[in-house]
């Protein structure tokens, strides 16, 4: 079992930057797949980024491609999402997500995920 914490939410202007971690228990994080999701107010959880096991593969949304970097560290059980030229529609609560990789062709859907965060808020202000 794995079990996740999220850090580094706050307030940042628009067009700052803020680094989001990931914090893992478990010895086995090295096998998980961690992906990055948020929630805003009166909308549906959506996907963010995701990262293979090994780092050597990710994959991110349109909306924020170009913009954020999904990065991991084994050695120290983190996930880490940097966040630059941040918007004001980045505002959300963020999620990190965890499941064991290599079972699906895919991992953009909420539901591949067993294990989740309590979420980390995110407040972009003009």
């Known amino acids: 079992q794995v079990q996740l914490v999220e850090s580094g939410g706050g307030l940042v202007q628009a067009g700052g930057s803020l680094r989001l971690s990931c914090a893992a228990s478990?010895?086995?994080?090295?096998?998980?797949?961690i992906g990055w999701f948020r929630q805003a107010p009166g909308k549906e959880r959506e996907f963010v980024a995701t990262?293979?096991?090994?780092?050597?593969?990710?994959y991110y949304a349109d909306s924020v491609k170009g913009r954020f970097t999904i990065s991991r560290d084994n050695a120290k059980n983190t996930v880490y999402l940097q966040m630059n030229s941040l918007k004001l529609e980045d505002t959300a609560v963020y999620y990190c997500?965890?499941?064991?990789?290599?079972?699906?062709?895919?991992?953009?859907?909420?539901?591949?995920?067993?294990?989740w965060g309590q979420g980390t808020q995110v407040t972009v202000s003009s």
């Open positions: 990262i293979s096991w090994s780092g050597f593969s990710t």
């Open positions: 478990g010895r086995t994080f090295s096998r998980y797949r």
């Open positions: 997500a965890a499941c064991l990789d290599g079972y699906y062709s895919n991992y953009v859907a909420a539901d591949k995920y067993n294990y």
